[in-house]
């Protein structure tokens, strides 16, 4: 049976070590928030300028003044600290980040990450993903293993405008996890399956060559 996305959420924040800085991405990867695991001790960082992020508000208890780059309201810690964006893209850029989660469009078996653009579509442009790919350390990819239509989105070569090349770490789909062991041209290996998904299952719901 395919993960749930809180399930895959909860499968992304065993990524997180104690001491990391972590930026989170718009849309599934805001939900690992959620799920940092107990004695795991992070600081999350988001683009529009903001060092320690709390979790998401109860109801009522918002603040519109406190958001995430998803433009989701947030709550701040004794330590949370705020700066300009400028200063917040310097992190990325300066490498600071130990470990982005972004969602995705489609990744290639090379690595190759497409999230930002559908041709065609209207945009509102690519937002940090392209600093983050490049300035992280580490990158893992939470997204539907297939397409509404069922298309693959782990495939071969991605056909959409790309984010970043070779820059995927860990994929999370809701019918596997996938990790490289490193970029130099190691294949991606299967790691983990959904509960109910038999291999078979899964490469013929796959594009990508990946080895078990």
């Avoid at 770490?169 to 996938?178: P, Q, R």
């Avoid at 983990?192 to 796959?206: F, H, M, P």
């Amino acid at each position: 049976m395919p993960w749930t996305r809180d399930e895959m959420a909860a499968r992304a924040a065993h990524e997180l070590h104690d001491g990391f800085y972590v930026n989170l991405g718009i849309g599934i990867p805001t939900l690992v928030s959620n799920h940092i695991l107990a004695g795991v001790d992070i600081t999350l960082q988001s683009e529009n300028g903001m060092l320690g992020m709390g979790p998401f508000p109860f109801a009522g208890d918002e603040d519109p003044d406190l958001i995430n780059a998803g433009k989701q309201t947030i709550t701040e810690l004794d330590r949370t600290s705020y700066f300009s964006s400028a200063d917040s893209f310097a992190m990325i850029r300066g490498g600071k980040m130990d470990l982005s989660i972004l969602g995705a469009m489609e990744v290639a078996a090379n690595g190759d990450l497409a999230n930002w653009m559908i041709p065609g579509k209207m945009i509102k442009g690519m937002g940090g993903a392209m600093d983050l790919v490049a300035g992280a350390k580490r990158i893992v990819v939470l997204m539907d293993h297939n397409d509404k239509a069922g298309g693959h989105k782990f495939r071969d070569a991605c056909t959409l405008p790309l984010t970043g090349s070779n820059v995927v770490d860990v994929l999370i789909t809701d019918l596997a996890v996938f990790e490289r062991a490193d970029r130099r041209g190691a294949p991606f290996r299967l790691v983990e399956l959904a509960a109910g998904v038999s291999v078979n299952d899964l490469r013929a719901r796959t594009g990508a060559a990946f080895v078990e």
